[in-house]
């Protein structure tokens, strides 16, 4: 690994992929890190290994990532794996864990492509084991071939977790039940938005072929729940929910959740680029223009780590940063990257036409974002609950960074990955404030975990 590159990238899914392919057929020095151990990202984990059978179960969605991995293979990039990107500065040095050595190299231009996670959301027993979030099912199917061998029960919203069932039901796992949080409201707020999104038709068709297999094989699927809870003594042993003004429960060991993706904005923030509260996506994000400028001039953003906008449209977008940052370096003219960015900017909208549709029909009802139920754990790390969490609010003058100075919130291994959104909500709820660009808690390195040992490496490496 060199001390410094005309181009870092950080990420290797769609749109770091992407990006790296156009950043070196222009012949520049470029590196792309990424924390895995192939190619791929979120959404084509495992493309380069995943037998063909389970390729095909993952859907042709999932199989496009090859040519991608291929075109990437093919070209000059020097591509690191197992790379964590523990910080970023506004001077554009990242810092790096790379084979236990941590190392600070800079660019000229930093491409920061994360991805998103999954909305964390905290719900009563969601702590337990034996619940996890439905990405980390599809992960440990994508990646390991892993299915649940004894049923599992399927909660939230968002068409992950269509997509998971129908993954799920064609390799014959047992699905108990599939519980949709999504209430009955978000119909009429999306309707507005479907005459646009029926310009991405394609994407409305792909779901109601879901639904309709999953119906017709016999699952159960039941839309407008709430109150859902997890319970067991030690580990998960059901569920209860309500559904039509009644109480139900399902006996299970397994269930698996999911509300939505996020941005994963840890770099941006650690860099001190400016990040906007999204109310449609329900989510924050950083600030950025059309070619992925964020408020630091040589950092751009591309791909759902900008705002949440699909596989397709991440393409897009690192291939037109790219050609902002090819223009920046000086390798290519304006006049160049305008005419180039013609095509991939015309597709990247028309992928676009779905999104505000998607965004009203999944949107998270507010009391599950800030949940009023006290003993509920928000933090994992610290095991903190939303009781404490309301109860800090008054002493800190109802701002989440300084609950976090009090309760410890978001202090532990996962630096607030897991409570960061809920406590901005339930701070926000708990002193009648509106969530707003600030409610989030403030971003600092290092953004991964690291050992001691594998900091002070830093310094051996800087006298060598
Ligand atoms: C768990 C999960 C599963 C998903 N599955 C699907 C699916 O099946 N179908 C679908 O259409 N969409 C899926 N999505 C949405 C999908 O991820 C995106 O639309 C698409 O992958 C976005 O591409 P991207 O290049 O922006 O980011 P990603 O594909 O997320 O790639 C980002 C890459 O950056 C790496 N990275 C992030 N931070 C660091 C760091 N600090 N150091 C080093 N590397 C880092 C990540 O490990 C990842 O490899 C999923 C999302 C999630 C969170």
Not at 237 to 246: E, T
Not at 321 to 343: D, H, K, T
């Amino acid at each position: 690994m060199r001390d410094h590159y005309q181009l870092i990238i950080i990420g290797a899914g769609p749109a770091g992929l992407a990006a790296a392919v156009t950043a070196t057929n222009h012949g520049i020095s470029c590196a792309l890190l990424d924390e895995q151990a192939s190619p791929g990202g979120q959404i084509y984990r495992a493309i380069e290994s995943a037998p063909a059978t389970r390729a095909q179960v993952l859907g042709s969605e999932y199989q496009q990532g090859k040519t991608l991995a291929e075109e990437f293979r093919a070209c000059s990039v020097e591509y690191f794996p197992e790379c964590k990107v523990w910080s970023l500065n506004s001077e554009r040095e990242v810092g790096v864990l790379y084979k236990d050595q941590s190392k600070i190299i800079s660019a000229d231009q930093v491409l920061v492509a994360s991805g998103a996670i999954e909305r964390p959301v905290p719900f009563p027993g969601w702590t337990l084991p034996g619940v996890m979030q439905a990405g980390a099912g599809q992960i440990l199917f994508k990646s390991a071939g892993v299915i649940p061998s004894d049923g599992v029960v399927l909660a939230g919203s968002g068409p992950l977790l269509l997509l998971l069932a129908w993954q799920y039901m064609q390799v014959g796992v047992e699905i108990k039940a599939m519980l949709d949080v999504t209430p009955h409201s978000n119909f009429l707020s999306a309707l507005t938005k479907f005459p646009r999104a029926l310009l991405a038709h394609h994407y409305l068709t792909k779901g109601l072929i879901y639904q309709r297999d999953l119906k017709r094989a016999g699952i159960v699927s039941k839309m407008a729940v709430s109150n859902l809870k997890a319970e067991g003594n030690g580990e998960l042993q059901s569920i209860s929910y309500r559904h039509l003004g009644r109480e139900h429960s399902i006996e299970t060991g397994l269930l698996m959740t999911h509300f939505g993706v996020i941005p994963d904005i840890w770099l941006t923030q650690a860099a001190g680029c400016q990040h906007r509260r999204d109310s449609s996506q329900q989510c924050w994000r950083p600030q950025h223009n059309e070619w992925g400028n964020t408020s630091i001039d040589g950092i751009l953003i591309a791909g759902d780590g900008a705002g949440i906008n699909g596989v397709r449209s991440a393409e897009y977008a690192g291939r037109l940063a790219v050609l902002q940052a090819l223009f920046s370096l000086g390798v290519i003219s304006q006049a160049e990257r305008n005419q180039q960015s013609i095509n991939p900017r015309k597709q990247m909208r028309k992928e676009r036409h779905i999104r505000p549709f998607l965004e009203a029909y999944f949107a998270i009802p507010q009391n599950m974002l800030a949940t009023t139920d006290k003993s509920t754990i928000i933090c994992r790390c610290e095991e903190i609950t939303a009781g404490e969490i309301r109860a800090a609010v008054d002493n800190a003058h109802g701002d989440s960074n300084q609950v976090k100075y009090l309760s410890r919130c978001g202090m532990g291994p996962c630096q607030g990955r897991q409570c960061a959104n809920a406590v901005a909500h339930i701070v926000a709820d708990a002193g009648g404030e509106a969530i707003s660009d600030s409610s989030l808690f403030r971003g600092r390195p290092p953004v991964a975990p690291l050992t001691l040992a594998q900091l002070a490496s830093l310094s051996a490496e800087n006298a060598s």
